[in-house]
């Protein structure tokens, strides 16, 4: 059914936001009241929920559900990423508003039983504070704080279903610009918001319309960034699965902005489920007439098509991209000319990445003024973090620009894990850096997070404590950057490989303070010598954690030693007099090298030892295996 | 030219897609994409192939499949085993979890076992990042790989049964 103008949307819209009524209710409804209504369960679909099961819950939900004859009164649905990755599988129930957290297949009878049938809560799922053990069936502190834009539909409508997308104001933004808008109208809001691109440089989403706009040619291209390579980021790819349509329909609006009638969503062939949902959005787009020609009756044509990476890092970097898409191997080249001038094909292209194209519709029906008033002076809006490492609630928050980093670590992400020290937080990436504890209360925006040496970068942080090695992280990067480098330009091809060799020297005690000075001075030229960004940005792990670390570095190359027990080569396990011959490390030792008979201190032969740290996880008396 | 897997197998299936393609050159890597999906790899007369039919030089092809880490020119065992290596896994373990894996299937990453059961490799970042340090077989993800054992009980799951 092709939807022929905005009269027939609107009314698509009256018809299907019954689809959605039942999780639009705010006031919670008792769960004893809610008994009769149709009601929701939300089965968390995100990466994390679905590789521990989700699935195969919801399968479960619906089987159970038929089984007591409940199946027209609960309907389970499975929605995007929730959020918050830590606590899952999650299942949401609407209008209840509850929230059941780390539910798994045996789970299911009870919630049907107790909660659907009889009315009452299941207690031992609902969220518990850890330290005041208190309960919260909903209003979750997780989610205090956060302001949902670019994931406003994510884990609330169904993404395989045009209908409850539109129920959402979907495709909303699009009519407007189409029938009362101007390109140069929208270019102007975009300019207004003060939007940034979330991929990581953080350049104005607007200018970068207007240039691509002003550049004359018979055709352009607007071009999706779904690369997300950042190691430990999962953003983009949440809001794909969530909500695969509004990307499809920021596309539309800013290819109707620019001039183009024809856009390419590179997506990473690591995401199979995001390309399958994105298959299916397209499919349903074009179905409806929001996609192809004349779309909503209007004369603007405007067709997308999928094209996959291959698992290349550097194809985040928009030349490399667009070389890719061309079929070619994925070596940026150099800027200027710039895609706006000169892109795909040789026409000027625009590209923009998943989260910066997330928070178009929204800002084209509620207003520049709406938008900007979220942020910082420089820095508009929210920004999306993929919070992991050695953080009590690992998952997905986005929060207003200008939150510091002591609320995303120790409010939202509940403090650090095993009640262990905050060392460091990793933001950027491969590109990014490591920021100290004394900054922890610097509110996060672009200007301030490259101010002390890392970046925004696409939006992963991993959190770090006191058991990581600083110099082991910058060659973890490092490693990676080598890796990824696709050869193009020297300063990175030989200069990532040399750094990496000078960090594992250090890490395996061998290096000097020579070496020390000469890396640092490296780092410096491929900064300033490098194609492109990955090139430029290579060094920043290392820069960072000699700025703020570098005791720890000297600690590796003057005390050959490693403070925080990582780097194996600087380690020694030795047992000491208190060990009372219990033979508990004797048994675990893999290598078999621990000597010693019952109720005799054991001996740790040196020559054969690997270092792994077994005997000392095993052993029972404290200090009785000393590492050093 | 001398690899024992034989591209007629399937030629006929990948030259009707390559056929239903309106740009050829430019669809280089969806090319490559299908052919590894219906090959399981990429050896050299499967390539050749491509570049007679895509009319350009195989050198170009090589070189887009030498470039993309994705595209593999060696055949894999029967299960694909994964490490994710994101930053995420690699300060909640993936090292150990790789050590463990390299240690229980006799291999190195990159290798396959000699029954041709099981190849490991690593990757990054698999966005589930909450379960970290996790481990892939075959697609599905297994979280919270901390202990021998519950890699031991993983991988038996995709042994045959004796």
């Known amino acids: 059914m092709k939807l022929k103008n905005t009269e027939a949307l609107n009314e698509l819209k009256a018809q299907s936001l019954k689809l959605i009524e039942t999780r639009r209710v705010t006031d919670l409804v008792t769960t004893k009241n809610a008994r009769g209504l149709v009601r929701h369960v939300m089965v968390c679909g995100g990466p994390g929920c679905h590789s521990s099961g989700s699935p195969g819950i919801a399968e479960r939900l619906e089987e159970e559900l038929n089984r007591v004859g409940l199946s027209e009164q609960v309907k389970v649905f499975q929605p995007g990423c929730f959020g918050f990755c830590e606590k899952g599988p999650m299942i949401e129930i609407h209008p209840d508003n509850i929230t059941y957290c780390e539910v798994s297949e045996d789970d299911v009878t009870t919630i049907v039983e107790e909660h659907f049938i009889q009315g009452n809560l299941v207690d031992h799922l609902l969220f518990m504070d850890p330290i005041t053990k208190e309960r919260f069936p909903t209003n979750i502190p997780f989610y205090d704080g956060q302001l949902r834009i670019a994931l406003r539909n994510v884990g609330y409508i169904a993404p395989e279903n045009i209908l409850e997308y539109i129920a959402a104001d979907g495709y909303q933004a699009l009519a407007k610009v189409l029938f009362s808008m101007t390109p140069l109208d929208v270019i102007d809001v975009i300019k207004e918001s003060g939007l940034r691109g979330r991929g990581g440089a953080g350049f104005p989403t607007g200018l970068k319309w207007e240039f691509t706009r002003k550049s004359p040619a018979d055709q352009r291209y607007i071009i999706c960034n779904a690369d997300e390579g950042d190691p430990g980021a999962f953003m983009d790819r949440s809001v794909l699965e969530g909500d695969p349509h509004s990307v499809l329909e920021a596309m539309i609006i800013a290819g109707s902005a620019i001039g183009a009638s024809e856009g390419f969503i590179y997506v990473r062939a690591e995401y199979p489920a995001a390309i399958r949902r994105l298959l299916i959005a397209i499919a349903q787009a074009r179905e409806y007439g929001l996609l192809g020609k004349a779309i909503l009756g209007s004369d603007f044509s405007f067709d997308i098509e999928l094209k996959y990476g291959a698992g290349a890092f550097v194809c985040g970097e928009e030349t490399a991209l667009i070389h890719s898409i061309e079929g070619a191997r994925g070596e940026p080249s150099v800027k200027p000319p710039f895609p706006a001038q000169k892109g795909l094909w040789g026409k000027p292209t625009c590209v923009n990445n998943v989260e910066t194209l997330a928070n178009i519709p929204p800002i084209i029906l509620k207003g520049a003024e709406w938008f900007n008033a979220v942020g910082t002076e420089k820095s508009k809006g929210t920004k999306v973090f993929a919070l992991a490492g050695k953080v009590n609630n690992v998952g997905l928050v986005e929060v207003p620009m200008g939150t510091t980093l002591r609320q995303i670590i120790f409010e939202i992400g509940g403090g650090i894990k095993q009640r262990k020290t905050f060392k460091a937080a990793q933001t950027g990436g491969p590109s990014g850096g490591c920021i100290p504890t004394k900054y922890l209360d610097s509110p996060i925006d672009y200007e301030s997070l490259t101010a002390i040496g890392s970046m925004m970068g696409s939006g992963g942080l991993i959190v770090l404590d006191e058991d990581d090695c600083m110099v082991n992280i910058a060659k973890y990067f490092q490693e990676f950057t080598m890796d990824e480098s696709c050869g193009r330009c020297t300063a990175c091809r030989v200069g990532t490989k040399r750094l990496y060799e000078i960090l594992t020297k250090i890490t395996e005690g061998k290096g000097t303070l020579e070496d020390l000075e000469n890396m640092e001075k490296l780092c410096h030229i491929i900064k300033d010598t490098a194609l492109c960004g990955l090139g430029q940005s290579a060094p920043n792990p290392i820069l960072s954690t000699l700025k703020y670390f570098r005791e720890e570095y000297l600690a590796h190359i003057v005390d050959k030693t490693c403070p925080a027990g990582v780097c194996k080569s600087l380690l020694k396990y030795e047992i000491t007099d208190k060990c009372v011959g219990c033979t508990l490390c004797v048994k675990k030792c893999p290598m078999n090298c621990i000597s010693g008979v019952t109720k005799k201190r054991h001996v740790i032969d040196q020559e054969r030892c690997l270092k792994c740290g077994a005997c000392m996880e095993q052993c029972r008396v404290v200090g009785a295996i000393i590492r050093h | ?162």
């Open chain 2, 1 to 162: 030219m001398c690899d024992t897997a034989s591209p007629n197998k399937f030629v006929q299936k990948l030259d009707d897609y390559i056929d239903s393609l309106t740009y050829k050159k430019e669809n280089l890597i969806g090319v490559l994409h299908y052919a590894q999906e219906i090959y399981g790899y990429l050896p050299d007369n499967v390539q050749w192939h491509i570049a007679q039919k895509l009319d350009i030089p195989s050198a170009t092809v090589y070189g887009v499949v030498t470039f993309y880490s994705f595209f593999t020119m060696i055949p894999r065992g029967e299960h694909v085993v994964n490490v994710c290596t994101g930053t995420a896994c690699f300060v909640r373990g993936a090292e150990k979890l790789k050590g463990e894996l390299e240690n229980q299937l006799k291999i190195k990453a990159g290798e396959t076992t000699t029954d041709n059961l099981f190849t490991l490799e690593t990757l990054r970042c698999v966005g589930a990042c909450g379960l970290a340090p996790v481990m892939i077989v075959d697609g599905k993800v297994h979280g919270r790989m901390n202990e021998a054992q519950h890699i031991n009980e993983v991988l038996a799951k995709y042994r045959p049964e004796i």
